[in-house]
Every structure is written in C-alpha cells, then in structure tokens.
C-alpha cells in the first residue's frame, strides 16, 4: 500500500490499513531517515495513547528502533502527546513517535513523528519519509526487529516515566499556586485517552469524569466537541462547576465548556488566551492561525500591533513558522494550541491549565472573558460540519470545485478567495465559508464564521448545495 501522511502523521483502520505489517514498514523508514540525518546516535523516545494496541505497536517500533542501533526510551505507560514531544526536546532526542490517532474514531490508530525541537515533523520531512516508505518496498528491503525482550537486555531498549518531567515543565509555566487558592470548582474530560489523572495530579481540586480505560472511548469519538461533551456540559450546568475542560485522545486538543454549561470553542479559547497572554503574562510575539480559524484573533492581532501569519490546516505548518519567527501562540480550529516559551507543539493539558490561570487572574468565568473582548473586536459565531465523503465523491468535487468559480452564495456576494487549503470564500461583509476535505478520515468538513448565527446557518446550507453533498 501507500503510506501518506496526513495534518498530523499517517493513520489508518486497525487491522486494514493499520496493521503491524505496514507499522514496521513505516518504522523502518523512520530509522532509515534518523541515519542518513544523522540524528541516531542521538536516540529514539517513542510513547502511546490508550487505543486498542498502542503499547503493543509501540513495543514493536522500539524493537525496530534498537535492531537498527538506536538507543530508545520506551514510555512505561501510556502518555498525552505533548509529554513525548517534551521528553523529545528535553533529553535532546533524534527523534520521537507516538503511536496514536488523535481524536479520530476508536477503530484508528496512527504514528506521529517528532522532530528534534519537539514538535510535529514538518511536511518536508514526512515527504521524504514517505518517499523512503516506498523505496524500501520496492526494493523489499527487509525490517530490521528485536523482541522487547531482547531490547531491553541489551540495554538499547529502557523504559521511562514520560509524566513526571513534562508536569514539572506545566508547573513552572502556570502558576498552580494562584490557581490553587482561586477556589474555582473545575471539573475535567479526559474522554477516556491518554491525559486521564494528569490535571487532577497538579491541581488535586480538580474532579475528573470518564477517567477509566475505554478503548471504544464510551461509543464515540475522543474529539473535545460540542456533540461529544453532553454530560461535561450537564455536570457545569448544574451548578457546583464554575468550568468544564476537555481534552482529546492523546491530550493535545483542548475544548471547553464555560460557566453557563455552554460549549466553549477553540476559536473562543484561542481568543480569550490570547488576550491573557498579552495583557496579564506580559508575553510578546507573532500570531499564527490555520485558515479554518476565528477572525476574532486577525482583530486582536492589529489591536495590539502583532505581526500574523495565516497557514493550511495542520499544527506541522503552525509549527514551521513558530521556529522561523518569535511566535507568541499559534492555533487551528481543532483545538491545538501552542505557546511561546515551551515547545512548538500544541498541548491540551497546558492550554486547560492557561484558562484556569486567566479565571484566577481575572476573577471571571471563560464566557465573561468572552464578552469583554467582544465588546472590543465585535461579535462572530462559528460552526462546522462533517459529511461522510468517498474517493470518488472527492475526485469529482475537487474537479468541480478546482474548475468552477463562485460568485455568489446565499445570496451573498463572493469578494475574495483563498484555495490555500481547501476552498475557502470570502464574503463581502467579512463573513466566509470552507469546503474542505479531511486529511485523516473520509470526511468533507464545511466551516463558516458570521456576524450572525443565522448566516453561518444558511452559509453551510449553501456549502451542501456547492459542494454536491
């Protein structure tokens, strides 16, 4: 088969196109590319996330990696994904992989790489991987193996506690202590992944629900959205929590529910960290957003001066610019997030951390900040939807789409364009609309973002309509 990697490495259906068989091939490439880079000697960490087989596919990528002569430390349980990528750039690694699939549906399962600097591979690096994929194929180039056994008793296999450091990392970021004595009543969703038990550790106060282990991740999901968060949002609305937190599968995503009960986006969370950044912490630096993302954060860019940039949906691409420029935070619309002063890597568990700090600095709840930075750049509403797509469903609107121009929708007049990722169409009054297709699953996702919630209602309607759904 051919191995592509997507927004954020390469994923597939366990036991069809994610098998142990093409695990390895990927793997060996991997080890191949460490050599001709340079970077072996420098060592391999590779963790896990809670899905059905991860330890075990990560056991056979550390046999892999030591059969090849890298030294790899080996999670000893599974782990969020931004602790790997911080025990990447603390201990100085070549390389780290996660063995997860993020936020798609239980029967996935996926391979991450991190670079050197701790963040996700840069698409020129997962080009070349896969290129190498392909050539180790054709020219059947056997994978090289050991059993955990054997790579941890000759040494080039050890385990290690990929929590401890990265919380300590969390620690001396946030301040826990202001948190701590803030007295607010925050209550957490790990959804059965990879950051269950980590929020309640620094923040004992702190209740967590669906903590347990649940490779079908209670039946959907483990995607930090408004449909998937129905009983973080019962529990806040309640009355006994000020604020719900939720985090995706390997813990890199953030979602939210404010002191209403009422789901909070990343666009709101991006916005209301932003401005905490800025205007308590003091911090400076650039802006970058992926194309899908709020205009709220272009507002606040120029109200404070702050170069932005904007780049295709992807944190690898977020990240690209955050090693190039004094980034202060970077974000998409899924809820990755990232900050200067820690690693270019989104992180679920900081962000939730970040929130909490802006609640105690500030006294208010997520939707009072909200409404005070609105009262400022103005008011937009947000919303997306995904349409099961197949292959050849996606050839034709890709034809269509890359060779129809669009004038008008609902009734509204086109007045820019933006293909950079998908197809995006910009309306006259500022209003605009996404087509685009999933880099991870078989999904047509549609966006838009209005003035009015009524617009973006009839702007996805016409986006169905458009895109032939």
């Known amino acids: 088969m051919q191995i592509r990697f997507g927004t954020d490495g390469w994923r597939g259906v366990i036991a069809d196109t994610f098998t142990f068989e093409n695990l390895s091939l990927v793997a060996q490439?991997?080890?191949?590319?460490?050599?001709?880079?340079?970077?072996?000697?420098?060592?391999?960490?590779?963790?896990?996330?809670?899905?059905?087989?991860?330890?075990?596919?990560?056991e056979r990528v550390a046999g892999i990696a030591a059969a090849n002569g890298i030294a790899t430390r080996l999670s000893e349980s599974y782990a969020p994904t931004p602790a790997v990528s911080w025990a990447v750039h603390e201990?100085?690694?070549?390389?780290?992989?996660?063995?997860?699939?993020?936020?798609?549906?239980?029967?996935?399962?996926?391979?991450?790489?991190?670079?050197?600097?701790?963040?996700?591979?840069?698409?020129?690096?997962?080009?070349?991987?896969?290129?190498?994929?392909?050539?180790?194929?054709?020219?059947?180039?056997?994978?090289?193996?050991?059993?955990?056994?054997?790579?941890?008793?000759?040494?080039?296999?050890?385990?290690?506690?990929?929590?401890?450091?990265?919380?300590?990392?969390?620690?001396?970021?946030?301040?826990?202590?202001?948190?701590?004595?803030?007295?607010?009543?925050?209550?957490?969703?790990?959804?059965?992944?990879?950051?269950?038990?980590?929020?309640?550790r620094l923040l004992p106060g702190v209740v967590e629900i669906h903590g347990s282990e649940n490779p079908a991740f209670g039946g959907h999901p483990p995607e930090p959205i408004a449909e998937h968060l129905g009983e973080l949002s019962q529990v806040v609305a309640d009355g006994f929590f000020q604020v719900g937190l939720a985090l995706d599968g390997d813990a890199d995503r953030i979602g939210a529910v404010d002191e209403r009960g009422k789901y909070f986006s990343s666009h709101r969370i991006f916005t209301v960290l932003l401005r905490h950044l800025y205007e308590r912490k003091g911090l400076r630096g650039g802006v970058v957003k992926t194309v899908s993302t709020t205009q709220m954060i272009d507002r606040l860019a120029e109200k404070y001066g702050l170069q932005l940039f904007e780049t295709p949906i992807g944190f690898k691409h977020i990240c690209e610019v955050m090693l190039e420029h004094d980034i202060l935070m970077g974000g998409?619309?899924?809820?990755?997030?990232?900050?200067?002063?820690?690693?270019?890597?989104?992180?679920?568990?900081?962000?939730?951390?970040?929130?909490?700090?802006?609640?105690?600095?500030?006294?208010?709840?997520?939707?009072?900040?909200?409404?005070?930075?609105?009262?400022?750049?103005?008011?937009?509403?947000?919303?997306?939807?995904?349409?099961?797509?197949?292959?050849?469903?996606?050839?034709?609107?890709?034809?269509?789409?890359?060779?129809?121009?669009?004038?008008?929708?609902?009734?509204?007049?086109?007045?820019?364009?933006?293909?950079?990722?998908?197809?995006?169409?910009?309306l006259e009054d500022g209003a605009w609309l996404l087509i685009r297709l999933s880099g991870t699953e078989p999904v047509l996702r549609l966006y838009s973002e209005a003035r009015e919630p009524e617009l973006v209602a009839r702007l996805l309607e016409a986006a169905k309509r458009v895109a032939g759904v």
Not at 127 to 133: A, I, N, R, S, T
Not at 164 to 189: N, T
Not at 405 to 425: C, E, L, M, P, Q
């Open 332 to 426: 998409e619309e899924s809820g990755g997030l990232g900050v200067k002063g820690h690693i270019p890597e989104r992180d679920g568990i900081l962000m939730a951390l970040l929130l909490l700090e802006a609640m105690a600095m500030s006294g208010k709840g997520l939707r009072a900040l909200l409404e005070e930075t609105m009262e400022e750049i103005g008011h937009f509403y947000y919303r997306r939807i995904d349409v099961p797509i197949s292959a050849a469903a996606k050839q034709r609107l890709l034809e269509r789409l890359g060779g129809d121009a669009v004038d008008v929708i609902a009734g509204h007049r086109v007045a820019a364009t933006n293909f950079s990722d998908g197809f995006k169409y910009i």
């Open 29 to 58: 490439a991997t080890m191949d590319y460490m050599h001709e880079q340079g970077v072996a000697q420098k060592g391999l960490v590779v963790g896990y996330d809670r899905r059905f087989l991860s330890r075990e596919f990560a």
């Open 91 to 200: 201990g100085g690694a070549g390389a780290g992989i996660m063995i997860t699939a993020s936020h798609n549906p239980p029967c996935y399962n996926g391979f991450k790489i991190k670079e050197g600097f701790g963040g996700s591979a840069r698409p020129s690096t997962t080009k070349v991987l896969e290129q190498m994929v392909a050539r180790n194929m054709a020219e059947k180039r056997p994978v090289q193996a050991v059993t955990l056994a054997e790579g941890l008793e000759s040494g080039k296999i050890a385990y290690f506690d990929a929590c401890a450091p990265y919380l300590a990392q969390l620690a001396r970021y946030v301040d826990l202590e202001l948190i701590r004595s803030s007295g607010i009543k925050a209550v957490v969703d790990p959804m059965f992944g990879a950051g269950c038990g980590l929020l309640p």
